[in-house]
């Protein structure tokens, strides 16, 4: 239990988005509005502390109920969740905390109208479960599937 709520200081990586969790990218799709969704695995052995991928303010923090599907499910999408926008200098910024089957609980640390630096602790999610970041329209992204991240040093766009 003491290893799976490690909180390790990180010193920021460089880029203008970076990922906001540990873990292997799952997914990374074309959204319906034009952004690119990152999807974040974590598993129970993974650092489960989220940090903001840029800095900005916090303009919400919304929790919707689910179901608690395993994570890597694609029909996760209906799980739990803790949905954030930032307001940043690329404009509104998503991020989505995903509850997983047996992480039944995500913990925001931080209300709407809070400041942030790029790398932030914001919240965490207990055991494992799944982060997904939406880049802004025409931002490549810099990772792969199944490529390994680390909560705010990995960057996530290219160029």
């Known amino acids: 239990m003491l290893w799976f709520f490690r909180d390790p200081e990180r010193t920021p ?7 906001p969790a540990d873990g292997v990218v799952q997914s990374i799709d074309a959204w319906h509005d034009g952004r ?3 999807a974040i695995f974590m598993s129970p052995l993974n650092v489960h502390v989220n940090r903001a991928p840029l800095a900005g303010t916090v303009t ?4 919707r109920p689910g179901g608690y599907l395993p994570a890597f499910n694609k029909d996760s999408d209906r799980n739990e969740r803790v949905v954030w926008h ?7 910024i998503e991020v989505v905390q995903i509850a997983g089957a ?3 609980r995500i913990v925001p640390y931080l209300a709407g109208g809070a400041k942030v630096a790029q ?3 914001i ?12 880049l802004p329209e025409g931002m490549e992204p810099a990772v792969a599937v199944g490529e ?12």
């Open 13 to 19: 990586g460089k880029g203008r988005v970076l990922s």
């Open 123 to 134: 919240g965490l999610i207990r055991f494992g479960s799944r982060v997904d970041v939406y």
């Open 148 to 159: 390994r991240t680390t909560a705010g040093v990995t960057r996530l766009d290219r160029g």
């Open 36 to 38: 690119t969704r990152v």
């Open 60 to 63: 919400s923090v919304e929790h």
């Open 119 to 121: 790398a932030d602790r």
């Open 102 to 104: 047996v992480a039944r």
């Open 86 to 92: 930032f307001d940043t200098e690329l404009g509104d």
